[in-house]
């Protein structure tokens, strides 16, 4: 799920995947979403920067990947024949985790940098079951010493997240990149999607 479609750094990223992964036969297939606030939310919250408040078009999105994008997909017809994973960088790491409490289509999700200091999502985690079979998170090293009281519980919450789904014997990574939350995002996607991967391969 991207904001603002780039050919180049969605190449890249490919290939970071190629390189961690020593694979070529994948697909990964970028979303472009238009109202980022809006299309990635589950629920409506207030505005934690800025002046725009967060929407609820999540299940539309979501929608919009089941039915349509995904058996779109050229090669084998039959959805249920492939291994499916799911990703996305801030906002769209957060709604990747929760699309994966919503189906079981998905075999993993990489949620890199993902905004779990989303208000009342920890609450939604601790309450409900995922329906993945591996969850790969990350975060950088310096993303929660920021003056916004909302964003800086980021560390707090994946760290509370990652323990949650370890104690519940969902098999989850939590990875520490150096830097802040605009650092290499296209390679910190690729190494969640790796990590997935290389699960399955192994």
Known sequence: MVNDYEPAVIEREAEFIQELTNRTDFLLAA???????EDLSPWPAPPVFGNEPFGDKAEDTLAFLLEELIPSIPGDSDVGTRMYYIGGYSLA???ALWAAYQ???FAGVA???P???FPGFREYVKENRIQTGAVYLSLGDK???TR???MSQVGDAI???DDHYRKNAIPCFLEWNPGNHFREPELRMAKGFAWLMNRQWR
């Open 159 to 161: 760290r509370e997240i």
């Open 93 to 95: 790491g957060l709604f």
């Open 31 to 37: 979303v472009k979403v238009d109202i980022w606030n």
């Open 148 to 150: 916004n009281a909302v």
């Open 143 to 145: 993303e929660e010493k």
């Open 111 to 113: 949620a890199a940098s």
């Open 115 to 117: 905004s779990v200091w």
């Open 103 to 105: 189906t079981h289509l």
